[in-house]
C-alpha cells in the first residue's frame, strides 16, 4: 500500500514499518541490525557516486531503494532482496529474475536468519550491480516518490552522521575530503600504482574517525606529495594493530601524475597550514579542499604542463620530468608557444641535471666542482645535435662532466660514445617512467 508524502517523510513511521517487517520474519537484533546498516551504507554509497540515480521510497510493509530504474535493496516482508551480478554468490542465496536495466544483474534473495554471514560476502558483487543499473538515470516517479523519513530513520539508528537527513543532494552534495598517508617501504606506493583504475579495494587504510562512506580521500606520500585519490567505501572501524587509529576501506583508486608536491602546495595555498608540517591525517575546510580538487584537476589534464617556471624551481623531480615532457597545446598562439617553449627547455636542463644528482652520467664520476651555489657543477649534452633535429626532449639530454661533453663533441670514436649514451640515457629513463628510481 502507499503512503502519504507526510507519512514517507516521517522516520518513526518508518521505525513502525522496520519493526513490523523484522518482527514478523522472527529475526534477531544482529540480523536486523546487518540489514538496516547494509542498506544504509548502499544508499551512501550510490549518494556518493551517482547522487541523480538513486531513490529510497517507504511502503505500508517494505522498502525499496532504487538505483536507475531497478530495484537495489527491498527490504521486507520475509526477505532482504538485493541486487547482484551474476552466478559468484554464496550459497544460502537464492536468485530470481533478470533486468534489461542493469546489464548482467539479477535480484537475489538473502534469508534474514543468514544475514549475518552472507550480507558481508556480497556487498562486493552488490556494489557491481549498482554500478550497472546506474547507467539508467531514474525516473521522476520513483524520484518523486522519494522517502526523506527512511535516511532519517536510518542514520539516527545506526549514529550516522549527517546534519539535514533526506535530502539527497545534502547527503550527496556534502563528502568531505579527507588527506590520509601512504608509505613507499611498506606497499602502499605499489600498491595504489596497481589500483589505478582497476577498482581494487584497499582494506582498512587509516583514515580519520569522522570519515564516512563515499567522502573522498586524497593520499599523500612523504617524497613525493599528493600521490591519489580515492573514495572511502567503509565505515571507519578501530584498527587494532594501532591504538586510537581508524580503518576504512577505499577504492575507486586514481593516480594524480605527477605528484603534486609539497612546495607547490606551499606556493598556491599559502593558507593551508597542513603542508608546512605534514605529519598527519587532516580533514581540511571546505574552500581548501575545493581549492586541493581543482589543483588536482588541473593536474591531471595537464600532465605538468600547469607548472610554472618559478615553482618548477622548488619543485619535485618528478614534475620536473613532467614539465620536461609536457608538449605545447595544439592550440596556443605563436607568443604562447614561445614561453611554454622555453619553459621546456628549462625545464628539460633543470631536470637533467636533477636526474644525474651530482653525477656524470656518462663516466659515472662526481661532478669535478661545485659552483659558488654550492651545486654540483655538471653539463646538460644533447645527444643528437638540435640542429641535427635531435628531439628536445629529457631522452635526448644527458647530463655530463665536462671532460665528457667535450669528449663528446671532439673525441676519437664519438659516434661509439653517442650510441653509449643513447643507451645509458634510455636505460635511465625506462626504469624512471617504471616507477622505480
Ligand atoms: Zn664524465
Redesign the pocket.
Known amino acids: 500500500m502507499k503512503l502519504t508524502a507526510d507519512e514517507r517523510a516521517d522516520p518513526s513511521v518508518c521505525a513502525r514499518i522496520v519493526d513490523q517487517i523484522f518482527h514478523e520474519a522472527n529475526v534477531g537484533s544482529h540480523a536486523r541490525r546487518k540489514c538496516l546498516r547494509f542498506l544504509a551504507d548502499s544508499i551512501a554509497y550510490a549518494a556518493a557516486h551517482w547522487p541523480d540515480r538513486w531513490s529510497v521510497t517507504l511502503y505500508s510493509d517494505y522498502i525499496r531503494f532504487n538505483v536507475g530504474w531497478v530495484e537495489a535493496i527491498v527490504l521486507g516482508p520475509k526477505v532482504l532482496a538485493v541486487l547482484v551480478i551474476g552466478s559468484d554468490i554464496p550459497k544460502g542465496v537464492r536468485l530470481r529474475g533478470a533486468y534489461a536495466r542493469a546489464r548482467g544483474a539479477r535480484g537475489a534473495a538473502v534469508p534474514f536468519h543468514r544475514a549475518n554471514a552472507l550480507v558481508p560476502r556480497i556487498q562486493h558483487t552488490h556494489r557491481e550491480a549498482m554500478r550497472a543499473a546506474a547507467t539508467w538515470r531514474t525516473g521522476s516517479g520513483t524520484r518523486n516518490a522519494h522517502s526523506a523519513g527512511v535516511i532519517t530513520y536510518l542514520w539516527r539508528t545506526l549514529g550516522l552522521r549527517t546534519k539535514a537527513p533526506g535530502i539527497e543532494s545534502k547527503l550527496a552534495g556534502a563528502p568531505s575530503l579527507h588527506i590520509v598517508q601512504g608509505g613507499v617501504e611498506n606497499g602502499d606506493k605499489r600498491w595504489l600504482e596497481r589500483a589505478t583504475g582497476r577498482d581494487l579495494v584497499a582494506k582498512n587504510w587509516v583514515v580519520p574517525k569522522s570519515a564516512r562512506v563515499g567522502d573522498s580521500v586524497v593520499i599523500y606520500i612523504r617524497g613525493h606529495g599528493c600521490f591519489a585519490t580515492g573514495k572511502i567505501s567503509s565505515p571507519p572501524t578501530p584498527r587494532t594493530d594501532r591504538p586510537n587509529r581508524y580503518g576504512a576501506a577505499i577504492d575507486s583508486v586514481r593516480l594524480i601524475e605527477p605528484a603534486v608536491s609539497l612546495e607547490v602546495l606551499r606556493r598556491r595555498m599559502p593558507e593551508f597550514q597542513w603542508a608546512t608540517y605534514p605529519r598527519s591525517i587532516t580533514t581540511p575546510s571546505k574552500p581548501i579542499a575545493k581549492k586541493l580538487l581543482t589543483i588536482i584537476e588541473v593536474r591531471r589534464k595537464q600532465k605538468g604542463a600547469d607548472l610554472e617556471q618559478e615553482e618548477l624551481k622548488t619543485s619535485s623531480l618528478e614534475e620536473l620530468r613532467a614539465a620536461a615532457l609536457a608538449k605545447a597545446v595544439p592550440a596556443a598562439n605563436a607568443h604562447q608557444r614561445k614561453v611554454i617553449q622555453r619553459k621546456r627547455e628549462w625545464a628539460i636542463k633543470a631536470y637533467v641535471l636533477g636526474r644525474a644528482d651530482g653525477c ?6 662526481d661532478a669535478p666542482f661545485r659552483t659558488e651555489k654550492g651545486q654540483p657543477y ?1 653539463e646538460c649534452h644533447h645527444i643528437l645535435r638540435l640542429a641535427d633535429c635531435g628531439p628536445d626532449s629529457p631522452y635526448n639530454v644527458i647530463g ?6 667535450r ?1 663528446a663533441h671532439f673525441a676519437y670514436g664519438r659516434r661509439k660514445i653517442k650510441d653509449q649514451m643513447k643507451n645509458r640515457v634510455r636505460g635511465i629513463e625506462a626504469r624512471r617512467t617504471r616507477g622505480r628510481k
Open positions: 656524470c652520467e656518462y663516466c659515472r664520476e655538471l655530463v662532466c665536462p671532460n665528457c661533453h669528449r
